[in-house]
């Protein structure tokens, strides 16, 4: 899997400077981040609503939506595949490949964390749950 999204992400770097009338990607970098995150988040919905839906053939579809989408905001946000490999190789140690790294080191040693203030929620914008295909 990682040399397919590797390839991925070369593709992407390589797209991010074609023309953004005929590009997809260089489209996404014309447009920045914001554009790039709010593309990840609604390909995120229609997975998930896919999935809910009982749709393993959207699902897959769209999943590789999703990682075309979180490659090209990897790639403006300086992010390469091989940082998020060592991430997952990291937490694998910690933990086993299977489970969710806590948000707090502290949730590790089995120590309550202090109660601080959830963090903000950040409205994108507003859109319909239905699918546009």
């Known amino acids: 899997m990682s040399d397919s999204l ?3 992400y070369l593709a992407v770097l390589a797209a991010k400077d074609l023309d953004p009338a005929v590009s997809r990607t ?5 447009h920045g981040p914001t554009k790039m995150a709010k593309k990840l988040a609604e390909e995120a919905v229609e997975v998930v609503i896919d999935a809910v ?3 393993p053939d959207a699902v897959v579809r769209e999943s590789a939506d999703l990682l075309y989408n979180l490659t090209v905001l990897w790639a403006a946000c300086g ?3 091989e940082d998020v490999w060592q991430e997952m190789e990291r937490r694998e140690q910690m933990l ?3 489970e969710k790294l806590p948000k707090s080191s502290v949730k590790l040693a089995g120590v309550a964390p202090p109660r601080v203030g959830r963090r903000p929620i950040v409205a994108l914008q507003s ?7």
Request: glycine residues 8%.
């Open 6 to 8: 590797e390839r991925l």
């Open 26 to 30: 260089a489209r996404l970098f014309q």
């Open 53 to 55: 839906s009982g749709k």
């Open 79 to 81: 992010v390469r595949p």
């Open 96 to 98: 086993g490949i299977a």
């Open 127 to 133: 859109r319909s749950l239905r699918k546009r295909h």
